[in-house]
């Protein structure tokens, strides 16, 4: 099972960090991506955690401001979200996906229950 929680309302440039509970076996077996469905649109690939080494891949539309790193004496996954903009408003969802390096939703087959986050101007 996956958890996303940290949502919250931040500001326009503002930063937030959105952690991601899972079962250290869930965090070691599986790719765990993250993605967000703002609203009146398709749910979106934001970034993935590939495993084994961790190594990470992100949407254009973040890259450069999203940063997604593990706490492994916690078993969590986090979401570093820097120098947020108003399209970043969405739920926020981790899933996890036995495929490897996916980017689609339909190859996620464990979903956490999602996250709000508000970017407001």
């Known amino acids: 099972q996956l958890q996303a929680f940290g949502g919250g309302v931040v500001q326009v440039g503002g930063s937030l960090r959105l952690s991601c509970a899972a079962s250290?076996?869930?965090?070691?077996?599986?790719?765990i991506g993250w993605f967000r469905r703002a609203p009146g649109k398709e749910r979106e690939f934001v970034g993935v955690?590939?495993?084994?080494?961790?190594?990470?891949v992100y949407a254009d539309s973040v890259k450069g401001r999203f940063a997604i790193s593990r706490d492994n004496t916690k078993s969590v996954m986090y979401l570093q979200m820097n120098n947020l903009k108003p399209e970043g408003t969405a739920v926020y969802y981790c899933?996890?996906?036995?495929?490897?390096?996916?980017?689609?939703?339909?190859?996620?087959?464990?979903w956490g229950q999602g996250t709000q986050v508000t970017v407001s101007s």
């Open positions: 899933a996890a996906t036995s495929s490897h390096v996916a980017f689609p939703p339909h190859f996620y087959s464990h």
């Open positions: 250290e076996r869930t965090l070691s077996m599986f790719d």
């Open positions: 955690s590939i495993r084994p080494i961790g190594r990470t």
